[in-house]
């Protein structure tokens, strides 16, 4: 059967411009943490669909763990002012503690 990643790997290369299959993919590699392959498809994911908060918030979690707050700052921002626009309060709360922690 193999393991998420190769699945979600395979439908990736069988459909490369599918961003739910990217972003289920970016989350196996995390958990796997294998940060620096998830990254990319995460950054596709927030390309493609400029309203789609998740994806941001994961790949600026992973730019936090991975010490690059300065990049993550600006992505966080920006899902920030997603959860606040689509009324998303949980995400909101936790964007802004993540802000505040970065700019402390």
Known sequence: ???RVERFAALVQQH??????RFSL?????VEERGGEAEAHFAFC???????MMPRILLGKLLLVRGRADEARPILEEALQLAIEQH?????????????????
Do not use: N, T, V
């Not at 970016?26 to 995390?30: I, S, V």
């Not at 802004?96 to 700019?103: F, G, N, P, S, V």
């Open 1 to 3: 059967m193999g393991s």
């Open 88 to 104: 998303h309060e949980d995400p909101e709360h936790e964007l802004r503690d993540l802000l505040a922690e970065i700019r402390a």
């Open 26 to 30: 970016a989350q196996a590699l995390a």
């Open 16 to 21: 490369p411009k599918d961003e739910r299959f």
């Open 46 to 52: 927030a390309a493609k669909k400029p309203d789609w």
